[in-house]
């Protein structure tokens, strides 16, 4: 699945020790890892390397969660059947400049 249609939310390294049991890592850059459930493969985290913060799969999260999309990444690399009208900041590549980037909860 492309990049644009993964969307995560980053929380605190701290909260993804209740994970570890059962969790598999995948060195998938020089610059990240990826966390996978161990059992059926699902992406569950992207680890960014120097980073404070770890991103959680929003996907995975069951119930109301109050998440809410800031931004939309990867852009360039969306397909042309998507149109992104919603009037949010788009980024061609990853991630906002970190001083902009907020890890709390919405």
Do not use: N, V
């Not at 390294?13 to 493969?41: I, N, Q, T, V």
């Not at 959680?56 to 690399?77: C, E, N, P, S, V």
């Not at 998507?82 to 991630?95: E, F, M, N, Q, V």
């Amino acid at each position: 699945m492309p990049a644009a249609d993964r969307p995560f939310h980053g929380r605190d390294r701290r909260a993804a020790r209740a994970f570890r049991a059962g969790l598999k890592w995948y060195d998938s850059s020089e610059h990240a890892r990826r966390g996978f459930c161990g059992r059926c493969g699902s992406t569950l985290f992207w680890d960014g390397r120097g980073r404070d913060y770890i991103a959680i799969a929003a996907g995975t999260l069951d119930g109301k969660t109050g998440l809410k999309i800031a931004r939309h990444i990867f852009t360039a690399d969306k397909g042309d059947y998507y149109a992104i009208t919603d009037g949010l900041p788009k980024s061609r590549g990853g991630h906002a400049p970190a001083a902009k980037r907020s890890t709390a909860r919405r």
